[in-house]
């Protein structure tokens, strides 16, 4: 028996959506999609409304950014939500509102998250969160454990330097434990690769990002995946996050399809000339 294929539910996207979407090359869809959402405050600012309103909005177009991707079946979508920065140097009013509507969004959500087959995850260092709000996203990972469709990924109290120090220190550690301690200093420099740091990641059970999405027209990854997005395209948009919607997240696939990606090699650029080409050129 061939496990069943599941039904397509691209007929669940609106109209504009779908417009979108059929201009679009099913074969080369994005497998992980990145956000860094920003522009919640200055949405609010333009409104003349406190920055908390922003951040309310911010979380309802989380919502429908997520429907849409499961609609079009994206394997893994990553949210920054909350960065350690973010915690050290907002307000503690704006964090302590922003951990109350992470935790109202998580509650409010969880249906909708098993009826998109949508699993939810986190990265980050969580553990430093208050302990109702880690309470809350375990509740809503468990919830959602079994979900076989987009994986939601919210980046919590995430810094990416600070992953990629402890990441090393693990690996490190790890490597070190497998040889019984035994290995020098300059042995167990030689082993490390490349690898064994991708593995002690946070994200070491996903693809890398294939595209990285900055809303609010801000040129800059805010120690976001730094590592992850090597070779990912980068897509920046002057729209504000409460404004982004599933129609704008299929733009910014359309756009990454008219993207080479070359991975530092030629792509499709004409091919290199023989060794005897290139010396008649030298004479
Ligand atoms: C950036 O806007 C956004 C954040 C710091 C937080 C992101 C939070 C949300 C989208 C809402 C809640 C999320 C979930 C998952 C429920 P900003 O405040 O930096 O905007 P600004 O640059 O215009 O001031």
Not at 182 to 204: N, P, W
Not at 214 to 239: D, P
Request: one cysteine or more.
């Amino acid at each position: 028996m061939f496990p069943a294929t599941p039904p397509s539910r691209l007929n669940e996207l609106s109209a504009d959506e779908l417009a979108i979407y059929q201009q679009l090359d099913p074969e080369q869809l994005p497998k992980h999609i990145a956000i860094i959402m920003d522009g919640n405050g200055r949405w609010a600012g333009q409104r003349r409304m406190q920055r908390f309103f922003g951040h309310q909005q911010g979380a309802e177009s989380v919502q429908y950014v997520v429907e849409t991707a499961s609609r079009i079946d994206l394997p893994w979508l990553t949210l920054y939500a909350f960065s350690l920065e973010n915690n050290l140097r907002r307000p503690q009013t704006e964090v302590s509102f922003l951990m109350r509507l992470l935790r109202t969004y998580l509650v409010g959500n969880v249906k909708r998250m098993n009826d998109n087959n949508v699993r939810i995850a986190y990265i980050g260092r969580i553990a430093d969160l208050p302990k109702e709000v880690q309470e809350t996203m375990q509740w809503a990972a468990e919830q959602t454990a079994r979900n076989t469709g987009t994986t939601l990924t919210l980046a919590l109290n995430y810094g990416s330097r600070v992953e990629i120090v402890d990441a090393v220190r693990d690996a490190l550690t790890r490597i070190a434990a497998e040889q019984n301690g035994r290995l020098s200093l300059a042995e167990l420099l030689a082993k490390f690769s490349e690898q064994d740091l991708s593995q002690a990641l946070y994200t070491a059970h996903m693809p890398d990002p294939d595209l990285v999405i900055r809303t609010s027209g801000e040129m800059r990854i805010s120690n976001f995946l730094l590592w992850q997005i090597a070779y990912s395209e980068i897509y920046v948009t002057e729209r504000f996050w409460p404004d982004f919607r599933g129609q704008h997240l299929l733009e910014a696939i359309r756009e990454y399809q008219c993207r080479e990606r070359r991975f530092g090699g030629l792509g499709n650029a004409p091919k290199a000339k023989s060794a005897e080409q290139e010396q008649a050129l030298v004479r």
